[in-house]
């Protein structure tokens, strides 16, 4: 099984900001990666797909990057609606997400 | 616009069982993979189980395998989850989510969970 392995676990971060979330494979996923934000009270909703293909609707302040085992998330320019938890998944071999990371405005 | 709403709420005793529905419009339901992922109170997603489009496979989570099973009725675009043996490790949200694709892919789509409870 695929795991992975993301931090961090908690973030606090100042309105304006830019903040990185990584995920890290046990094994090359081949960009096989998406992420999730799910805001408190609320299901999860798609914000990346392909390690870098932003959904439709998601501000272009999300932007995804990484290959291999390696991923990130970036936010750009935080703004009080972020608050939330972030979680990558794979789906290159069954399908695994990571632990997520909680995002908080400091 | 895509839809996914589930149904079969409720508080059970271990070792019960209980069936979970979720109904789904707006897309072509029996193009598409469909998959149950739950999460327990305060912690992170677990992908639970995956059926493709057109039944032909089913793929579990050990902690559910041998205890779930998953199943779809494309005529009446709905996707099921019958759970057995009930554990209290099981109390969690369950959501119900489209997969991009007809097999494995991301997920997206999402229900809005529905709460199951195992407790005596």
């Known amino acids: 099984d695929i795991q992975m392995t993301q931090s961090p676990a908690s973030l606090s971060a100042s309105l304006g900001e830019t903040v990185t979330i990584e995920c890290r494979a046990s094994?090359?996923?081949?960009?096989?990666l998406a992420w999730y934000q799910q805001k408190p009270g609320n299901s999860p909703q798609l914000l990346i797909y392909?390690?870098?293909s932003l959904a439709d609707g998601v501000p272009s302040r999300f932007s995804g990057s990484g290959s291999g085992t390696q991923y990130s998330l970036k936010i750009n320019s935080l703004q009080s609606e972020d608050v939330a938890s972030y979680f990558c998944?794979?789906?290159?071999?069954?399908?695994?997400f990571g632990s997520g990371t909680k995002l908080e405005i400091k | 616009e895509v839809q996914l709403v589930e149904s079969g709420e409720g508080l059970v005793q271990p070792g019960s069982s209980m069936k979970l529905s979720c109904v789904a419009s707006g897309f072509t339901f029996s193009n598409y993979g469909m998959n149950w992922i739950r999460q327990a109170p305060k912690k992170g997603l677990e992908w639970i189980a995956l059926?493709?489009?057109?039944?032909?496979?089913?793929y579990y989570a050990d902690s559910v395998k041998g205890r779930f099973t998953i199943s779809r009725d494309n005529s009446k675009n709905t996707l099921y989850l019958e759970m057995n043996s009930l554990r209290s490790e099981d109390t969690a949200m369950y959501y119900c989510?489209?997969?991009?694709?007809?097999?494995?892919?991301?997920?997206?789509?999402w229900g809005q969970g529905v709460m199951v409870t195992v407790s005596s």
């Open positions: 392909d390690a870098n």
């Open positions: 998944q794979q789906y290159n071999n069954y399908l695994t």
């Open positions: 094994e090359d996923i081949y960009s096989n």
């Open positions: 989510a489209k997969g991009n694709g007809s097999y494995v892919d991301y997920f997206d789509y």
């Open positions: 059926i493709y489009y057109d039944s032909s496979s089913k």
